[in-house]
Structures are given as structure tokens and as C-alpha cells.
């Protein structure tokens, strides 16, 4: 049996700007951060000349291009491994929440299927396979952050070329910094992001189109993601809560639909209690809502009063992994 442990993510800055649509013809730039919520998927042997998929729905088939779970469908196809095989997937976090879900998955799938056949792979070279079964072969209108930072974990910087390369630079965070960003970062539940693929589908139409004020604001977001680097590396943790800020208020131009008028009143609250600084974590529509608090138990008090779960989290540091091989 293989089990693999991928992270989920929070996208500290220049969330967008990893698309495909954007970054080639201008570049890009996101600073993320993975967390010790993880999926985790396990490949084992059977007895039965076939293929057994348990997700949130079962599949049992005997030819993996039947299979309606489209990245399983393609990795399989891709490998070439089994028949005989089962494979389970299980989350901390279900999907829809905005922490990048889709990709880790698929880095963890691929993960798996690797050690299952005995053989090495480079974080690397998983980011980037796991971008080209998402982005190329299923045609999702995603970006390479998620992929990326399942693969590498850390708080990290990941530079994306107009020629697809992508240049991956862990932040040089000090100690102390890394301990108030666990401290005083506060992750709350809106509700599942159901409108993210329109929101994403809508920026690469309007990227490729040469809107001048989506591509404006995608500028600025990049700037943004440089400057939360050079904040984050020289300690200034409220310096980078005010671009957290920055950054809301520009995602809300961009996008239609991106926020609600819930999403917008939990914002103003936590602003009124605590916050320095906050945004939605992932495309938007719902999921997570970040904020950095200098009072965390104040704001976590007001946002009881809203009804909304916290979710508290540490960074991880390991990437994907296996973490059983039998």
C-alpha cells in the first residue's frame, strides 16, 4: 500500500496571476504558503482485474478510461498502471473551499502512482505534470500555483515565465516572523465557493481578449505579490496586512462575483474588531476568508457572533510526501 500526505494552501499575494491566460503574455508572480491540512491518497493491490475508485462517489471498471473522475481518469491513462488497483482519496478540508484543493489532489495522485511503481520524481516535475493533466489535458481554466506549492510546501515565491517556466524561491522568513504569521493569521469558513471556475473562466476570456482593466488590475496584483515577498522577508507583518487589504479591494473590481454581500459584512466586521487586513482565499464566490489580527482572540469572538468556523493552522515545510509505503 502507498499513502501519500499533500498540502493544501493560502495564497498570500499575486493570486491570479498564475494563469496561463495572463503569465505568458506578461508574466506572474504568487507568494503561497502551504498548511497542515492535507489529502491523502492511498493506491493498494487487489484480487480483481479492475479498477476501484472511492471518492465522494465509488467506481468500480475494468478500463480506467471509463472512469467519470476525470483527473484519475487521465493520470491512470497517463501511467499505465494496474488493473488491479484501488484507490481512496480522503481530506481534511473538503473541496470547493478555495485552498486549492484540485491541485493537491492531483500532485497527490501523482505522487502515489509514482511511488507505486518504485520511481523517483522531482517536486518539480510533479508541479508541472500535474499542471499539464489540469491545465492542457482536462482544459480547466486554473493557474499553476496549487500544483506548485502542493509539490514544493513552504512559504514560497513562484515566478512564472511567458515561456511556461516556472522559477521557484522559498521566502527567507526568520523564525520570529514565521511564529506571528501563525499567531496573528486567522482563517474563517464562508461557505463552498461555487462560483470559482465562472470568476477563473471569466479572467482568462478577458485575459486573452487584452481587457485593459482586467490586465491593469492583474498588474497590480502582481506588484502586490512582490511587495508581500520584501514585506514577509524583512518581518514587516503589518505592512503585510495592509496589502492584504490592498489586494481585496482590487479582487473586488476585477471580478464579478467574487464577493457577496455576506462575505463583504464579515469583512467590514472583522475590520471593526481587530483586523489590520484581510482577503478570500482562492477564486472567490466563498470559501475562506484570511485576516491578520493583532487581537486574534477579539476577532475570533466577533466571528463566532457571525456563526463562522475558524480553522486554525500551522505552515507545512514537507510538500507532498509519502508517508506509508508497504
Given amino acids: 500500500m502507498i499513502i501519500t500526505r499533500s498540502p493544501l494552501r493560502i495564497s498570500l499575494g499575486g493570486g491570479g496571476t498564475d494563469l496561463p491566460s495572463y503569465y505568458s503574455q506578461h508574466g506572474g508572480l504568487v ?16 484480487f480483481t482485474q479492475d479498477y476501484f475508485v472511492k471518492y465522494a462517489e465509488l467506481e468500480r471498471v475494468t ?12 493520470a491512470l491513462l497517463s501511467h499505465g498502471a494496474g488493473p488491479a488497483l484501488e484507490i481512496v482519496s480522503l481530506a481534511d478540508i473538503p473541496a470547493g473551499t478555495g485552498l486549492g484543493s484540485s491541485g493537491t489532489f492531483t500532485v497527490g495522485l501523482l505522487r502515489a502512482l509514482y511511488a507505486f511503481k518504485r520511481e523517483h520524481v522531482s517536486a518539480h516535475t510533479l508541479a508541472e505534470e500535474a499542471c499539464a493533466l489540469e491545465i492542457d489535458r482536462l482544459g480547466r481554466a486554473v493557474g499553476k500555483q496549487d500544483q506548485y506549492i502542493a509539490a514544493f510546501g513552504g512559504i514560497t515565491c513562484f515566478e512564472f515565465r511567458e515561456d511556461g517556466r516556472v522559477q521557484v524561491t522559498p521566502l527567507r522568513i526568520s523564525q520570529h516572523t514565521l511564529h506571528d504569521l501563525e499567531e496573528h493569521l486567522l482563517l474563517f469558513f464562508t461557505g463552498y465557493s461555487r462560483d470559482a471556475d465562472r470568476i477563473l473562466i471569466d479572467q482568462k476570456v478577458r485575459s486573452e481578449k487584452g481587457d485593459g482593466g482586467m490586465l491593469q488590475s492583474m498588474r497590480a496584483i502582481a506588484d502586490i505579490g512582490c511587495r508581500v515577498k520584501d ?7 503589518h505592512g503585510f496586512a495592509a496589502l492584504m487589504r490592498e489586494h481585496w479591494e482590487l479582487k473586488r473590481v476585477r471580478s464579478q462575483g467574487m464577493s457577496s454581500s455576506d462575505i463583504d459584512r464579515w469583512h467590514d466586521v472583522a475590520m471593526q474588531n481587530g483586523a489590520l487586513g484581510g482577503k478570500l482565499v482562492g477564486a472567490g464566490g466563498g470559501g475562506f476568508l484570511m485576516f491578520y489580527a493583532d487581537d486574534p482572540s477579539r476577532l475570533r469572538r466577533a466571528m463566532e457572533a457571525e456563526s463562522l468556523a475558524e480553522v486554525r493552522f500551522h505552515f507545512d515545510f514537507d510538500g507532498s510526501t509519502v508517508i506509508v509505503r508497504g
Fill in 63 to 74: 478500463d480506467p478510461a471509463d472512469l467519470a473522475h476525470p483527473i484519475v481518469r487521465e
Fill in 231 to 237: 514585506a514577509l522577508e524583512t518581518g514587516d507583518t
Fill in 31 to 46: 507568494v503561497a504558503a502551504a498548511i497542515d491540512k492535507y489529502i491523502y491518497v492511498g493506491i493498494n493491490r487487489t
